[in-house]
């Protein structure tokens, strides 16, 4: 029953809120990385080589620093001493240790995969500071190096760098990015180029994931490419699951925090422009249990930088439960936007049992009561709660002495 029951709300769900085609561009040659927010469908755009190192500033345990691999910056251990700094030679790169970015998960940087036991620095437990131990050599597309250590950590990155014009090291600069700086962002970025502190990336709530540029392993050939593709917000879960038909049910996947579960391979080179595999289907789980669903659909390559996909709200098939052998139900959408609630219940049998749909606020509090009917049959009935105020509900469907309560969220 519980099976009919998901199809039918699957079915209902379809009819009453499609799904919606999106389009995003990351500009001609990536050039942009696009931030986007399902809930909204809102974009925000940040030019992809306006920053050259990342630092997380989370909280103040907070120890990350990123490199923007996805414009070919290429990051090495040159040496593990502090003292070495002045004396590093461009002449040893043969002997450098390369490092990249984890594409699984945000905050394990390529400067924290130095040799310290922070990746780029030691803990004083005299200070309690992280003190930098390792230099590390940046080398840009166009040939440039600049060498860099990251000196200390409390509350904030303290940093110095230098640039090799050939001959010797120049510019040496030092800086410190505060933690402080832009708290609403998981992260800080710096222009090492341009000697600035810059913005590229929105609010941590106000995205999902981000169509971008990123560093991966591809084996084979056993080797670091740079893939276009999406990585997801730390904040949410994503499964993927093979869907031909089109239909699928988000309480039976398998929900990963690996960043690149959506990642690139959603589409193929096929000699002359790509393929995109619309059978393969992401759902974003947030925190309080909101689940999309989307699907690639086209992808038009760097002339453009277009990708086009679907998307809609599942979130209104969760949670579909008995509440007898003989009875189950279901509601959607969930969070509603209109506050019009459809419930969806099924009874396999007639029985005498009376079943009653209540509604009660966060204190407790009955807010609606309605009696339905008893007899065999699958039903839908509409439920107008726009007198009440948004907020967190928990709907109450009662089959004689069982009930089954879910929570209902009205925006």
Known sequence: MKKLLLSAI?????????????????????????????????????????????????????????????????????????????????????????????DTNWDNGAFMQGSATYGWGEYNPVSHHVEGTIVFVLKYTDGTYIKFINEDYFGG???????????????ETTETVSNANNPETRYNYYSLQNNEEVIAEPAVDAWDF??????????????????????????????????????????AQEYSEEINTIGYDWKSFNGTGYDVNSDMAYYIKHSENTIYRVTFTN???????????????????????????????????????????????????????????????????NVFSTYVSQSEGFYNKQLDLTPLQNGIYFVAFTNGDNRTTKKLILN
């Open 10 to 102: 699957l079915l209902a769900t379809t009819l009453l809120s499609a799904q919606e085609t999106v389009t995003i561009s990351m500009g001609t040659g990536y050039e942009n990385d696009v931030y986007f927010n399902l809930s909204d469908q809102t974009e925000n755009t940040y030019e992809a080589a306006s920053w050259d190192i990342a630092f997380l500033r989370e909280n103040a345990q907070s120890i990350g620093i990123r490199v923007n691999d996805g414009i070919g910056i290429q990051v090495f251990e040159a040496a593990n001493n502090a003292s070495d700094f002045d004396a590093i030679d461009v002449s040893n790169e043969a002997n450098w240790t390369p490092l990249f970015n984890d």
């Open 157 to 171: 990155y303290t940093f110095k760098y230098a640039t090799w014009n050939g001959t010797d090291w120049v510019n």
């Open 210 to 251: 981000v169509f971008t540029k990123y560093n991966t392993y591809l084996d084979p050939p056993g080797a670091n490419y740079i893939v276009t593709g999406a990585l997801h917000n730390p904040g949410v879960t994503v499964a993927q699951n093979e869907e031909p038909s089109g239909e699928g049910d988000p309480n």
């Open 299 to 365: 992808f038009e390559g760097s002339s453009t930088g277009n990708i086009t996909f679907d998307m809609e709200d599942v979130s209104d098939i969760l949670g579909i439960e008995n509440v007898t052998n003989e009875v189950s139900f279901g509601m959607y959408p969930n969070p509603s936007q209109n506050k019009k609630v459809n419930i969806v219940y099924d009874i396999n049998t007639f029985n005498t049992a009376e079943n009653k749909i209540e509604i009660y606020d966060s204190n407790g509090r």
